[in-house]
């Protein structure tokens, strides 16, 4: 079964726009880790945000805020008043457990266009 | 910039080939994950190393091998190339961050010819 599920492969969205970039989850360890990444077109991987399983607040960045729903196994990604450096594609990725040396669960990815 | 470094950044041979991909952690990372993402594809992790040992193995061909260096560089090697492995390989460290996030080189892009 997909531990990390993103059912957007591609959105357009209008500059300016708030944008909401799905993600759900599926684990059974109660402590765990969800991160978002971006991928420009350049290629590199650029990390957004990170929202810890006990965490009582939604983790925001900047533009960029997770809408976490954790009896819903959900942590969504909102960008809000998004402008056209924010198409790329992004990812999701959950880390389970709080040992050191742990592995990176990722979604398959959305890729996001603005369109201005 | 992440502090993660990989060479070299842009790769083309012909299949048959053997290449060494290097990647240096940040400063004081004693794990380093290697992935490759083939085209408009997600991330396929490989393999993971900590403080010089084989800790984690992903989808890694035969033909594929990796190591852990005393002063904590990695190399990853791909030998007998085929078309199918040209792919962007990443390189991602991590250390003692809270959050526990990767951080990652920029990547070694592949062509096999």
């Known amino acids: 079964a997909q531990k990390i599920t993103q059912t957007q492969p591609g959105m357009f969205v209008q500059e300016k726009e708030a944008v909401t970039l799905d993600c759900t989850y599926d684990t059974s360890d109660p402590s765990y880790g969800l991160f978002w990444y971006k991928q420009p077109s350049s290629g590199e991987m650029i990390f957004l945000i990170y929202?810890?399983?006990?965490d009582q607040q939604n983790a925001t960045e900047g533009r960029y805020s997770l809408n976490f729903q954790k009896a819903r196994k959900s942590a969504n990604l909102v960008i809000s008043a998004s402008q056209l450096g924010d198409s790329a594609m992004y990812f999701c990725a959950m880390r389970e457990g709080m040992d050191s040396n742990y592995q990176l669960i990722w979604g398959a990815g959305t890729k996001l266009i603005i369109k201005p | 910039d992440s502090g993660v470094t990989q060479t070299p950044k842009h790769l083309i041979t012909a299949t048959g080939q053997r290449v060494t991909l290097r990647c240096s952690p940040r400063?004081?990372?004693?794990?380093v994950y290697w992935y490759q993402q083939s085209l408009d594809q997600g991330l396929q992790f490989l393999i993971q190393?900590?403080?010089?040992?084989?800790?984690a193995k992903g989808n890694i061909l035969e033909r594929f091998s990796a190591q852990q260096f005393p002063d904590l560089h990695s190399e990853l090697n791909l030998s007998s190339l085929e078309l199918g492995d040209s792919a962007l390989y990443f390189c991602?460290?991590?250390?003692?961050?809270?959050?526990?996030?990767?951080?990652f080189g920029e990547g070694s892009r592949l062509t096999v010819l």
């Open positions: 929202q810890g399983s006990y």
């Open positions: 400063s004081g990372d004693l794990s």
């Open positions: 190393y900590y403080n010089g040992e084989e800790r």
């Open positions: 991602a460290s991590t250390g003692l961050a809270p959050t526990g996030e990767l951080f």
